[in-house]
């Protein structure tokens, strides 16, 4: 494993546990709100194992938090515009179903559209 996801994991296992911890969650209660297995957020928060996106799409909206907060790429918890507009709701459920490689691209594609209103906002 590079430094680069041994860093990401280490991160994402520390503020998983966290945020957990700040709402007053137990393991047992986060896994069956999300279906997760109490030993497989056991093992994320360890850093003995790292989520599938679409786990941690599951994680965040039960912790009210967004991906980027859980993999410490934001400081802003806050996950509620998100979920409070339904488009983006349903998008994000959509995303559950897809298989990793669609949601590589759905992440590449993202990244571009970043990088080039970057681009225009900076001209």
Aim: aromatic share 10%; glycine share 4%; with cysteine.
């Amino acid at each position: 494993m590079s430094k680069f996801s041994e860093n990401l994991q280490s991160q994402f296992g520390e503020n998983l546990k966290r945020r957990r911890e700040e709402l007053g969650v137990s393991r047992e209660e986060l896994a069956t709100d999300t279906g997760i297995s109490y030993n497989s957020i056991y093992k994320y928060e360890k850093n003995i194992s790292f989520p599938r996106i679409s786990v941690m799409l599951k994680l965040a909206k039960s912790l009210k938090c967004t991906i980027d907060y859980l993999l410490g790429k934001s400081e802003s918890q806050d996950s509620e515009e998100l979920f409070d507009d339904p488009r983006m709701f349903e998008m994000a459920k959509g995303i559950l179903n897809l298989s990793e490689s669609r949601i590589s691209s759905i992440r590449d594609f993202y990244e571009f559209l970043k990088w080039r209103e970057s681009s225009i906002t900076a001209k």
